[in-house]
């Protein structure tokens, strides 16, 4: 019991930096995409933005309890810190690549018949100054949810110590 609350703690810390993180995306997505909006652009501005926020927190929320799930089944105990960081930073780099979410569906580019490799060239051949940004903000939101998922792992390690020191303390009766 003692180790359910750090737990929930790393959940709730990787989805609030996805919600950062989701806005932010939503942003680069909002400035490259402003010349092609729709006639009442606040309105879509807000859909943008508001999209943004619940995808990076669905995303960060996912690799969250993903990290909950292995922290808690297979590192019971952790002898060496260095270790448990970098399964973690495995953990959440395999979870946040196999989530499929926008601006690039691999798995709807496969259907088209279309291979990722082809379709990064021609995005960088044509030099779309629209996919330029979404590719860099796409790597670099995949590069920041790894780097968090280091920090939600050390801020684990010192709040389950926390909660397992204050578990066995000795009650005065």
Do not use: N
Request: no cysteine; net charge positive.
């Amino acid at each position: 019991m003692w180790r359910a609350i750090p737990l929930a703690k790393m959940v709730l810390r990787m989805a609030a930096f996805g919600a950062l993180l989701g806005a932010s995306l939503g942003l680069v997505t909002l400035i490259a995409f402003e010349s092609t909006a729709p006639a009442p652009k606040s309105h879509y501005q807000l859909q943008i933005i508001l999209g943004g926020v619940k995808d990076g927190a669905v995303l960060a929320g996912l690799v969250g309890i993903a990290m909950a799930l292995y922290a808690g089944i297979v590192h019971r105990t952790v002898h060496k810190p260095a270790h448990f960081r970098f399964a973690l930073l495995i953990v959440a780099t395999i979870v946040s690549l196999t989530v499929v979410q926008h601006p690039f569906h691999i798995v709807s580019l496969s259907e088209f018949g279309i291979p990722l490799v082809d379709w990064v060239l021609w995005a960088l051949r044509e030099a779309d100054p629209v996919l330029i940004p979404l590719f860099v903000a796409t790597i670099a939101k995949h590069v920041a949810i790894g780097a968090v998922s280091l920090y939600a792992a050390s801020r684990y390690l010192r709040d389950a110590s926390a909660s397992f020191s204050k578990s066995r303390a000795p009650t005065l009766a």
